[in-house]
Nanobody, 120 residues
Framework: QVHLLESGGGLVQAGGSLRLACAVSGGSLSGYFMGWFRQAPGREREFVAAVGWSAGTERYADSVKGRFTASRDNGNMMGYLHMTRLRRGDTAVYYC?????????????WGQGTQVTVSS
């Protein structure tokens, strides 16, 4: 059973940066997309970014394009979300997830989430 564990969340001032990490254990995500989602209080969970097994497969929500970078280290079974120029609107619980097929809405594997709070 694959497990995902996020880390790196915290409190940061607007304009600052954070890097989230997602550690994979219990199995391989070879060929899977690793994605990042977020959910703010009172709002639905939304897609943030995803990266495939190979470089050049990154995808981003319009709201984070140019500010966030998704990457992964397949050898160490890690995924990352580097967030820069953070805004108060980026405050949310961030989740990493994995899917074998990004064309479908189904993400079988999820982490427990990590809180990111951006202050003014």
């Amino acid at each position: 059973q694959v497990h995902l564990l996020e880390s790196g969340g915290g409190l940061v001032q607007a304009g600052g940066s954070l890097r989230l990490a997602c550690a994979v254990s219990g199995g391989s995500l070879s060929g899977y997309f690793m994605g990042w989602f977020r959910q703010a209080p009172g709002r639905e969970r939304e897609f943030v970014a995803a990266v495939g097994w190979s470089a050049g497969t990154e995808r981003y929500a319009d709201s984070v394009k140019g500010r966030f970078t998704a990457s992964r280290d397949n050898g160490n079974m890690m995924g990352y979300l580097h967030m820069t120029r953070l805004r108060r609107g980026d405050t949310a619980v961030y989740y990493c997830a994995a899917t074998p097929n990004i064309a479908t809405p189904t993400w079988p594997y999820w982490g427990q989430g990590t809180q990111v709070t951006v202050s003014s």
